[in-house]
């Protein structure tokens, strides 16, 4: 806590007071809702949840609509079975009523509109305001302090945008390194910045953050000042957590979030995914069996955010699969726990016979394949797939032969399936700067 009342001292001050920053006043509220029994998180879970349904009703035309279509006001919201009978709040949905879903008690000279990245098929446009983000930075502060970091502390961050201003990068303590060009070149550039400006830690694409770690593998090269790594935007497999950790010697902290509710559920110290009932209130929604996506039993997520007031998310579908935990976790925090067993909906394949293949079924099939350095598998159509493969120098004949046996497992799947093997020397990247394994066309249409 002395360490969150400091951050504003030094060169720090003049950014935080010039800028109007309160996210650490906020962290200090989060931090102290650690100490919370089980039982007073859901308390004020439900007493957050309750304001913003109140606000939702007072000020958000949507959302005024939907009440009195219900027949209904936030006072008949008593219980999780009366919430559950609100409507979900589907992507399409907020294309066709954005205009609608800003609050209007929020000036607008104080939104801002920002975009998805367009990785789930169309972007997403949606407001904000200064003041919801600053909450929603405080989450992610608290989530370094499960590392035993400090908001002060040096960090880079893997990701897409500008390249940040000597003047930003002096008061933030943070470069950006831009993953949307990850060539070879590029990522020695990087490794030349990180060894002169020693960051603390790493905040990246998971996908990202997994190449540049092969790259400095192979390079033989060490980055001693790092002492975590934070991956998040993606599924992070076992194979990348694997490689992370070897080459960077820390542990690898898995942060579940998106654009639009950035702060969902976290990784903490002792491998648990935590959801952050104090930020979020999280459904699970089993699946209609005619629906189960093939070989994985996840429910579908849906999230409300509790402090998203210029522009309410409540019970938001946001394409995300995972389940629910019962499993205690021994760092002590009253967090409930959740997986993230599998990737998007919007990275499931619908296969020419109509039945939903989550994409990790195919991604399971390549990760890890003998002479296969990175590959992308692309369905264009139902009944056509595309593998693009970066082989390993040398070994093509070898990995010809692995991947006809693949191809073969598909096709003794799905028949009708044409499955097309293209060799290139690396990965084209995609506008969103993630590195997908498995992409579909078919699906994202839909999303």
């Given at each position: 806590?002395?360490?969150?009342?400091?951050?504003?001292?030094?060169?720090?001050?003049?950014?935080?007071?010039?800028?109007?920053?309160?996210?650490?006043?906020?962290?200090?509220?989060?931090?102290?809702n650690?100490?919370l029994?089980?039982?007073?998180?859901?308390?004020?879970?439900?007493?957050?949840?309750?304001?913003?349904?109140?606000?939702?009703?007072?000020?958000?035309?949507?959302?005024?609509?939907?009440?009195?279509?219900?027949?209904?006001?936030?006072?008949?919201?008593?219980?999780?079975?009366?919430?559950?009978?609100?409507?979900?709040?589907?992507?399409?949905?907020?294309?066709?009523?954005?205009?609608?879903?800003?609050?209007?008690?929020?000036?607008?000279?104080?939104?801002?509109?920002?975009?998805?990245?367009?990785?789930?098929?169309?972007?997403?446009?949606f407001?904000?305001?200064?003041?919801?983000?600053?909450?929603?930075?405080?989450?992610?502060?608290?989530?370094?302090?499960?590392?035993?970091?400090?908001?002060?502390?040096?960090?880079?961050?893997?990701?897409?945008?500008?390249?940040?201003?000597?003047?930003?990068?002096?008061?933030?303590?943070?470069?950006?390194?831009?993953?949307?060009?990850?060539?070879?070149?590029?990522?020695?550039?990087?490794?030349?910045?990180?060894?002169?400006?020693?960051p603390?830690?790493?905040?990246?694409?998971?996908?990202?953050?997994?190449?540049?770690?092969?790259?400095?593998?192979?390079?033989?090269?060490?980055?001693?000042?790092?002492?975590?790594?934070?991956?998040?935007?993606?599924?992070l497999?076992?194979?990348?957590?694997?490689?992370?950790?070897?080459?960077?010697?820390?542990?690898?902290?898995?942060?579940?979030?998106?654009?639009?509710?950035?702060?969902?559920?976290?990784?903490?110290?002792?491998?648990?995914?935590?959801?952050?009932?104090?930020?979020?209130?999280?459904?699970?929604?089993?699946?209609?069996?005619?629906?189960?996506?093939?070989?994985?039993?996840?429910?579908?997520?849906?999230?409300?955010?509790?402090?998203?007031y210029?522009?309410?998310?409540?019970?938001?579908?946001?394409?995300?699969?995972?389940?629910?935990?019962?499993?205690?976790?021994?760092?002590?925090?009253?967090?409930?726990?959740?997986?993230?067993?599998?990737?998007?909906?919007?990275?499931?394949f619908?296969?020419?016979?109509?039945q939903?293949?989550?994409g990790?079924?195919?991604?399971?099939?390549?990760?890890?394949?003998?002479?296969?350095?990175?590959?992308r598998?692309?369905?264009?159509?139902?009944?056509?797939?595309?593998?693009?493969?970066?082989?390993?120098?040398?070994?093509?004949?070898?990995?010809?032969q692995?991947?006809?046996?693949?191809?073969?497992?598909?096709?003794?799947?799905?028949?009708?399936?044409?499955?097309?093997?293209?060799?290139?020397?690396?990965?084209?990247?995609?506008?969103?700067?993630?590195?997908?394994?498995?992409?579909?066309?078919?699906?994202?249409?839909?999303?």
């Amino acid at each position: 806590m002395n360490e969150v009342k400091s951050v504003s001292r030094g060169a720090s001050w003049f950014w935080v007071t010039f800028k109007g920053i309160t996210r650490y006043k906020h962290l200090e509220v989060l931090l102290k809702n650690e100490k919370l029994s089980q039982d007073q998180l859901q308390i004020l879970q439900w007493q957050k949840l309750t304001a913003l349904l109140t606000h939702a009703y007072q000020n958000v035309p949507y959302y005024q609509r939907v009440f009195e279509q219900l027949g209904a006001t936030p006072r008949d919201i008593r219980t999780k079975e009366d919430f559950a009978q609100l409507p979900i709040l589907t992507r399409q949905d907020v294309r066709d009523n954005l205009e609608l879903l800003y609050a209007r008690n929020v000036p607008e000279s104080k939104l801002v509109i920002k975009s998805t990245s367009g990785s789930s098929g169309n972007p997403l446009d949606f407001y904000y305001s200064h003041a919801d983000r600053e909450r929603a930075e405080a989450g992610g502060l608290r989530n370094f302090t499960w590392a035993g970091l400090s908001p002060s502390d040096k960090k880079a961050l893997i990701w897409i945008g500008p390249i940040r201003s000597p003047i930003k990068k002096f008061f933030t303590h943070t470069i950006l390194l831009d993953c949307f060009d990850l060539t070879e070149s590029r990522m020695e550039e990087w490794l030349e910045e990180l060894k002169r400006f020693k960051p603390r830690f790493v905040y990246g694409y998971t996908s990202a953050v997994a190449h540049f770690a092969q790259f400095v593998e192979g390079k033989h090269e060490r980055l001693d000042s790092i002492s975590a790594v934070f991956v998040s935007a993606e599924k992070l497999y076992r194979e990348q957590r694997i490689l992370i950790e070897k080459v960077f010697d820390c542990k690898v902290y898995d942060h579940y979030g998106s654009v639009e509710v950035p702060t969902i559920a976290s990784e903490c110290e002792k491998g648990s995914m935590h959801i952050l009932n104090d930020l979020v209130y999280v459904e699970f929604l089993p699946w209609a069996p005619s629906d189960k996506l093939f070989g994985l039993e996840q429910d579908r997520i849906i999230v409300t955010s509790l402090d998203s007031y210029a522009m309410p998310f409540i019970r938001y579908a946001n394409g995300d699969l995972g389940m629910p935990s019962t499993a205690a976790c021994s760092c002590g925090r009253p967090f409930p726990t959740m997986s993230m067993g599998v990737s998007r909906t919007f990275h499931s394949f619908l296969m020419p016979d109509g039945q939903l293949v989550n994409g990790i079924y195919f991604q399971k099939l390549f990760l890890g394949l003998p002479g296969v350095t990175d590959f992308r598998v692309h369905q264009k159509s139902p009944e056509m797939i595309t593998v693009y493969v970066v082989p390993e120098t040398g070994v093509l004949l070898d990995t010809e032969q692995f991947l006809k046996g693949v191809i073969n497992t598909i096709k003794q799947q799905w028949p009708s399936v044409s499955v097309d093997i293209e060799f290139l020397s690396e990965l084209p990247p995609i506008k969103s700067g993630k590195r997908d394994f498995v992409i579909s066309d078919v699906v994202r249409s839909m999303n």
